[in-house]
């Protein structure tokens, strides 16, 4: 669904690459509703933290946004967001989101937005493709929670729909599809989201993935406090998906975080930066 750039109510485009060990922009380019900050190095891993910011603040009817990502050969970043991303009423066309990531062999990103909160008769759909390269290594984490509404009801949005396509050397290897729709189906049965509103899925493709980390992961998350119910599972190439049920944003986000930080520490030998903005 390419529109050209000037149709977006929010476009940006971030082409990343390694200069003599350090990873800088060499091309960057937003209009509108989108924009991204100077980057933070955190330490001195020479990898730099951008944040994506939404001017106009949420998501309204018909908003529609593109983000193209690249990251050159052996280039790292880490990319997140300035806040959650608010989707709001859409009375006749839903709020739509586009994500292309290209990872070249041998890099590494980390893509960890914050939340996608849906307030009362929001529709969102989100569709990300991610292009990687042998020897690319992604950790992809999105997390969705229901806004308040005026009846005080959890799931008061219509649908959210959160499509994400992987390709190893053009082959697809992951195809993520989450559909809420509180609007026609029943969510809090057990078999779909049960008692909790809250979903997170953490997504990590790297070629040292192996039986013992997995195993480790599995422990820091039952480590975690909180109330939640989480799973891990394998994918066909080096890499795992862990799916992540609860009631507070809060539980979600810190088993992503615990689990990021063992991946760094294990895989690059560094603590990640804390993400967090609040």
Same mark, same amino acid.
């Given at each position: 669904?390419?529109?050209?750039?000037?149709?977006?109510t929010g476009f940006l485009?971030?082409?990343?690459?390694?200069?003599?060990?350090?990873?800088?922009?060499?091309?960057?380019?937003?209009?509108?509703?989108?924009?991204?900050?100077?980057?933070?190095?955190?330490?001195?891993?020479?990898m730099p933290c951008y944040?994506?910011?939404?001017?106009?603040?949420?998501?309204?009817?018909?908003?529609?946004?593109?983000?193209?990502?690249?990251?050159?050969?052996?280039?790292?970043?880490?990319?997140?967001?300035?806040?959650?991303?608010?989707?709001?009423?859409?009375?006749?066309?839903?709020?739509?989101?586009?994500?292309?990531?290209?990872?070249?062999?041998?890099?590494?990103?980390?893509?960890?937005?914050?939340?996608?909160?849906?307030?009362?008769?929001?529709?969102?759909?989100?569709?990300?493709?991610?292009?990687?390269?042998?020897?690319?290594?992604?950790?992809?984490?999105?997390?969705?929670?229901?806004?308040?509404?005026?009846?005080?009801?959890?799931?008061?949005?219509?649908?959210?729909?959160?499509?994400?396509?992987?390709?190893?050397?053009?082959?697809?290897?992951?195809?993520?599809?989450? =559909? $809420?729709?509180?609007?026609?189906?029943?969510?809090?049965? *057990? @078999? &779909?989201?049960?008692? %909790?509103?809250?979903?997170?899925?953490?997504?990590?493709?790297?070629?040292?993935?192996?039986?013992?980390?997995?195993?480790?992961?599995?422990?820091?998350?039952?480590?975690?406090?909180?109330?939640?119910?989480?799973?891990?599972?394998?994918?066909?190439?080096?890499?795992?998906?862990?799916?992540?049920?609860?009631?507070?944003?809060?539980?979600?986000?810190?088993?992503?975080?615990?689990?990021? =930080? $063992?991946?760094?520490?294990?895989?690059?030998?560094?603590? *990640? @930066? &804390?993400?967090?903005? %609040?």
């Amino acid at each position: 669904m390419h529109m050209s750039k000037l149709k977006w109510t929010g476009f940006l485009s971030i082409d990343i690459e390694n200069r003599a060990g350090k990873s800088v922009p060499k091309n960057i380019y937003f209009h509108d509703a989108l924009k991204v900050q100077r980057p933070i190095y955190h330490g001195n891993t020479g990898m730099p933290c951008y944040y994506i910011l939404n001017v106009g603040g949420g998501y309204l009817d018909g908003d529609t946004y593109r983000l193209e990502i690249r990251l050159r050969e052996t280039a790292k970043m880490t990319l997140t967001t300035l806040g959650a991303t608010l989707i709001y009423k859409t009375p006749h066309k839903p709020a739509y989101q586009e994500t292309e990531i290209f990872l070249e062999k041998e890099s590494y990103l980390v893509y960890m937005p914050d939340p996608v909160i849906g307030y009362q008769n929001a529709r969102y759909k989100q569709f990300d493709t991610v292009h990687m390269e042998k020897g690319a290594t992604l950790l992809y984490s999105d997390i969705i929670t229901p806004g308040w509404s005026t009846e005080g009801g959890a799931f008061s949005y219509d649908r959210l729909q959160l499509k994400t396509n992987i390709y190893m050397e053009n082959e697809l290897v992951v195809y993520d599809n989450i =559909k $809420l729709e509180p609007a026609v189906q029943q969510i809090n049965v *057990p @078999g &779909f989201m049960g008692d %909790y509103t809250h979903l997170g899925t953490f997504i990590v493709i790297g070629e040292k993935t192996d039986d013992d980390l997995i195993k480790r992961l599995h422990s820091v998350i039952h480590e975690q406090p909180g109330d939640f119910d989480a799973g891990i599972s394998r994918l066909t190439i080096p890499g795992f998906t862990i799916r992540i049920l609860a009631n507070m944003t809060q539980d979600v986000q810190r088993i992503i975080s615990a689990c990021h =930080k $063992l991946i760094s520490e294990e895989w690059f030998g560094e603590t *990640p @930066g &804390f993400l967090r903005k %609040y």
